[in-house]
């Protein structure tokens, strides 16, 4: 049973940065594709940043320039980067991984950002 766990939120000054950490308890993505969700409160889940088995990344707008989405095959662990954060930010933050063939996906258990004005 693969388990993702993520890591580094907190409660942050705007304008400050945070780094997230999703760690499998399997290899699996160097196979996957992966990705960060966020869920602010009262709003839907939304989708933040991606990243292919084969490394290409892609974000969402109001996160472009601003997040780094990246990926340790050998540490089993996916990063995002968060720069520049501002308060609508905030949100739980989860990780998100589909691997390539096994018709399923996992996701992690979310970790708080706090982003203070």
């Known amino acids: 049973q693969v388990q993702l766990v993520e890591s580094g939120g907190g409660l942050v000054q705007a304008g400050g940065s945070l780094r997230l950490s999703c760690a499998a308890s399997?290899?699996?993505?160097?196979?996957?594709?992966a990705g960060w969700y966020r869920q602010a409160p009262r709003k839907q889940r939304e989708w933040v940043a991606g990243?292919?088995?084969?490394?290409?990344?892609n974000y969402a707008d109001s996160v472009k320039g601003r997040f780094t989405i990246s990926r340790d095959n050998a540490k089993n662990t996916v990063y995002l980067q968060m720069n520049s954060l501002k308060p609508e930010d905030t949100a739980v933050y989860y990780c998100?991984?589909?691997?390539?063939?096994?018709?399923?996906?996992?996701w992690g258990q979310g970790t708080q950002v706090t982003v203070s004005s």
């Open positions: 990243i292919t088995s084969g490394g290409r990344t």
């Open positions: 998100h991984a589909e691997p390539a063939g096994w018709q399923r996906d996992y």
């Open positions: 399997g290899n699996i993505f160097s196979i996957s594709t």
